[in-house]
DNA sequence: GTCTATATGGGGATAGAC
DNA sequence: GTCTATCCCCATATAGAC
């Protein structure tokens, strides 16, 4: 099956998810997204009831339920929850980096659509919190204020090093996947000072 | 001196970085920002030549000159670096948070604006890779991947809490600057498994 | 369901009066 | 330097033909 085959609505979610991964919500118009998926600009307004709850569209349809979203975290020791979250932002990361990217834009944009999205994204962070929280009381963990430090990991996990912006400043070959996760794992958990193994 | 009787340039400039802050370059119109600034609409076009013009002088007039732009990195050991930077980072926060939200927002949506933006900002990333890799040598920190490493210290600085839409994951009391500068340092030098003192 | 043609609104810029 | 009035463009949404 090409694309040209394809449901002619996930076609055009497709082509929306890439062009708002690439320009923003704002910048991407109508015309592009259905130019890009080879429909016609009507077909927006009629599939989805305009370009606002196309993107609503979007992200129910592409948003990935992750095994995070219904643990308990108490099931979890500490150090192991710290790293299930790692290795899973990092899988989504890297499953469907168009996604992330318009998480971030409109995170940072503080559009009025983000409300839609916590639902999908708080849960997350809620667990982590719960697992620094339980570590530091069990000793494993050292820190002073759980809210600066929860800050701190979200920000090393969420941090886009995809854009043009920062090419500069790589020297490396690009790491794989598993190495990033080891390597943000390892810093992490020194930032913890985890000393355990 | 009150607002109304500044500079109406710099009355313009200042309601700008205000509403840029808020809603973004895109979103912010110039009939809002001359209501904002008690002006007449016309006066952008006048005095800046557009409103795309506005924002490189608004950034110009704005931008800090920080010690570490004139620094030659080996006049400091790479510890003292790295506590430099997340001094200088946080100051730069508490004392324009309007202006690292708009350079954040430009970044995350890789405007065509970034291009001016880049050389304020780039010369302190550049120090830091050079600390880091000066102190992997002389065997104080610990890391694989440099580019990885340099990536997980920048977004934990940058990453902004500020955002109604972290509020629920806040439990605790703000934070001092110096508590944040100080559990910052930590978690960073943690992370690089830096043992001194 | 899909198309063309058009309505509607809003934004940036500017001509020309003061 | 500052204002009002207006121009022009472009985006979304939709009416109505097929």
Known sequence: MTTGDADIKIRILSAAKKLFAENGFDKTTVRQICEEAGAN????????????????ALFDYYFPNNQIAELDPMQLDPVEGVRLIVREVTNFRY????????????????????EK?????????????YWLKEGREQGLFQFNS???????????????????????????????????????????????????E
């Open 117 to 129: 999205i916590r639902k999908h994204v708080m849960p997350m962070w809620g667990k982590l919190r």
């Open 95 to 114: 499953s469907d980096y168009q996604l992330i990217n318009i998480i971030q834009q409109e995170v940072i944009m503080n559009t009025d659509r983000i």
């Open 146 to 196: 759980l809210d600066n430090t929860l800050f701190s990991i979200i920000g090393t996990l969420l941090f886009h090093r995809n854009s043009q912006y920062w090419a500069i400043l790589h020297e490396e070959e690009r790491s794989s996947k598993e190495a990033i996760v080891e390597d943000l794992t390892l810093f992490i958990l020194g930032g913890l000072y985890y000393r355990g």
């Open 41 to 56: 600009v009507a077909l927006v307004s009629y599939h989805f009831g305009g370009k606002e709850n196309m993107f609503y």
